[in-house]
């Protein structure tokens, strides 16, 4: 079946401008992952969801970053006046079982890579 | 604080020798660990977990509570198993290592 998905793969904005980037994970995986890739580093974690919830925003840099997932599946994470340090990939994953200490695999989309100009 | 520490940013060897790569991670409870890798245009996938003891493509890796390190090994490194690897600890949700570069050489 199909993996998770990303859409753009490349978003190029200007200082200041808004961007939502966005995710559709695998059908019937109920956990949501969003981590953040700057160069030569790993996934930074973001945000995770459990169906519609954001079951730990912790990871969010400041409250320029914003995700949602109305309806359980697809998530958008939106960042309000973008700063040139936003550049990075933008990764989403998602799992069958909930998050926290259960021993879940997280499948990975491709990334969007976010130039902030 | 630095969950998990990855300390080569590269790693080469050649076909046929040992590799092991190093993972010390920083959690006092009981981790859960995850090593992922990323091949050249790929995504990242999981490679193992600690919890299922197993040996995928020939890697295993042992959790040492003692020096709280997961380190990845394979006795016999080949071509295909050149990418970026990654370990992660997850405790309510996945800390990720800086990653080390496996260049398998010829």
């Known amino acids: 079946g199909a993996g998770v998905s990303q859409t753009p793969s490349n978003k190029v904005t200007e200082k200041g401008k808004y961007v939502e980037l966005r995710c559709d994970p695998i059908s019937g995986h109920t956990a949501l992952y969003w981590y953040r890739q700057s160069l030569g580093q790993g996934p930074e974690f973001l945000i995770y969801f459990q169906g519609t919830g954001a079951a730990d925003d912790s990871g969010l840099p400041n409250d320029r970053f914003f995700a949602v997932r109305p309806e359980g599946s697809v998530s958008t994470l939106k960042i309000q006046r973008t700063e040139r340090g936003d550049s990075a990939v933008y990764l989403c994953?998602?799992?069958?079982?909930?998050?926290?200490?259960?021993?879940?695999?997280?499948?990975f989309g491709p990334g969007t890579r976010l130039t902030v100009l | 604080a630095q969950r998990v520490t990855q300390p080569e940013k590269l790693l080469s060897v050649f076909k046929g020798a040992p590799v092991e790569l190093k993972c010390n991670y920083s959690y006092s409870g009981s981790p859960e660990l995850f090593w992922y890798v990323q091949y050249s245009r790929q995504r990242l996938q999981l490679l193992l977990r600690h919890i299922s003891r197993e040996s995928i493509k020939g890697f295993t890796a042992d959790l040492n509570k003692g020096e709280t390190s997961f380190h990845l090994k394979k006795p016999f490194a080949q071509e295909e198993d050149s990418a970026m690897y990654y370990c992660?600890?997850?405790?309510?949700?996945?800390?990720f290592g800086s990653g080390t570069k496996l260049n398998v050489k010829p």
């Open positions: 992660a600890l997850n405790f309510n949700k996945f800390y």
């Open positions: 994953a998602s799992s069958l079982l909930s998050g926290g200490r259960v021993y879940n695999e997280q499948f």
